[in-house]
Structure formats: C-alpha cells, structure tokens
C-alpha cells in the first residue's frame, strides 16, 4: 500500500508542476483545475497509459519485420506520442482544463507530456525514494534510518562500479593491467 501511495503522489506532484507548464506554454487553460487535472493524468498514466501502449506495440509488433531499425524507432516515437494524445484528450474531457485551438491545445501539449514522462522516468526512484522518507518520517514508521544508513554504506558490487565508471574497466580488467607492468 505504501509503495502505491508513495508512487501515485510522488508523480501527481510532477504531473501537476507538467501541467501548469503546458499552461504557461500553450494556450490551454489550465489554472486551478492542475489539481484535478493532476490527479486525473497521475492516474491514466499508472493504469490506462501501460494498458493502452501494449494494446499499440502489439499491432506495431505484426509488421516489423517488415520495417527497418530507424522506421521501428519512428514508429515507436509515434506510438508514445499517441499514447500521450489520448492521455491527454482524456484530461481535458474529465477535467476543467480548456485546450484552446487545435495545434497549440491538442498536438503540443502531448509532446510537453512525452518529454515530463522522460524527465520522470529519469528521476523517478530518487523521487519515490525520498517520498517514501517522508512518508515513513510522516508516518513515524522506523524503517527510514535503515534505509537511510544502507544507502550510505555501498554494496561491494556498487562500488566495483563506481571503480569502472571511473576508468571503463572492470576490476578483472583492472588486475590484468596491473599483471602486465
């Protein structure tokens, strides 16, 4: 239950802060109604956005073989940008946000919306790691410092790879180096 609270309010947080810049960006009303609208796109974008995307790349996945690399990442781009517009139309049906005209309040802000869901599945552990702090800080729940004190101390494996971001090499590789002089 946690970690759907945790995760449902962590990106109705971000949805909202998306929204209000669609607003800002574009002629769509957004206003008080990000609130709404918030929740609204947090929700298609948990339960329907998953459901409706596997729907598209299963239709997609019938004619690739008849695709090249680049034509399978278009059409993939295309996919998410649909799955974007349908959230999107979605929002604006079942909240008081307004979309203005048809390029500037129906095609742009999907794009906006893309580009949020690449800006939060970028973040997204960080983001639910520290809401689940305050959630359990909120809760006064005692597995914070755990995680707290684990999250300090690198696992072993962690640490080989922060030595192999360093230089590229692996720690075999590293003892080889080091066996030839």
Known sequence: MKKWV?????????????????GWLTPARVGWAAIWAGIILTAATIWIKPLITKW????????????????????QFFLVLLVAFIVWILTVLLSGVS???????YI???????IG??????????????????????????????TAEAAAVPSP???????????????????MLDELG
Do not use: C
């Open 6 to 22: 945790v995760r449902f309010v962590s990106l109705l947080v971000f949805n909202v802060v998306v929204l209000l810049i669609i």
């Open 108 to 114: 742009l802000p999907p794009v906006i919306l893309v």
């Open 56 to 75: 598209f790349q299963s239709m997609a996945a019938r004619s690739a073989g008849q695709r090249t690399k680049a034509g399978e990442k278009v059409v």
């Open 99 to 105: 979309a203005g005209n048809w390029f500037w309040g």
């Open 117 to 146: 869901w690449a800006i939060y599945d970028a973040i997204d552990d960080r983001v639910e790691a520290h809401a689940g702090a305050l959630y359990d800080r909120a809760t006064g729940s005692k597995s914070a410092p755990a």
């Open 157 to 175: 494996e962690a640490q080989a790879g922060a030595r192999e971001l360093k230089d590229g090499l692996t720690d075999e590789q590293r003892k």
